[in-house]
């Protein structure tokens, strides 16, 4: 009897061992955020800088807030990934007038384990802004996916 006990004690431990939890590592490859940051053109496009903004406020138009008045040089977002376009309101000062952005994008489902499922990645066609104190945009990389890099720069001139 204490055999068949310690056979069945050995296969349970074996099976939870077997079973370990693949989602551990989901939460990094499943985030595919926007990176976007801002610059500023001091003499003429001769020499451009990043810059903080004093209170920056964004927010997808239909949704919750990102960012609400915080300093900041650069922001990351989420696309909507049931739709092929994203809108935001950016102000960059409590005094500045307000700017929207449209992204416009191609949405593709990457299986990553079995685990972790699929994830959205989204690749970037176009960008639309209203120019109230956006002078000029630039698609640094049109690739959306689990990086970490600043896929948009917008640019400044004040």
Known sequence: ????????????????AACEDETKS?????????GMNFRKDTLNGFLVKDTIWPKVTLYALGRDTIVRR?????????????????RFYLQLDSTAIADTLTFRYKRTQNFLSPGCGFATFFTLDTVLTTHNTIDDLVINFK???????THVSLLFIY
């Open 70 to 86: 915080q300093p900041r040089s650069s922001v990351f977002m989420s696309l909507d990934p049931l739709a092929d376009s994203s």
């Open 143 to 149: 690739e959306v996916n689990s990086s970490n890099v």
């Open 1 to 16: 009897m204490k055999y068949i006990s310690g056979i069945i004690a050995i296969l349970l431990l074996s099976v939870f």
């Open 26 to 34: 989901c939460d990094q490859t499943l985030i595919s955020d926007l």
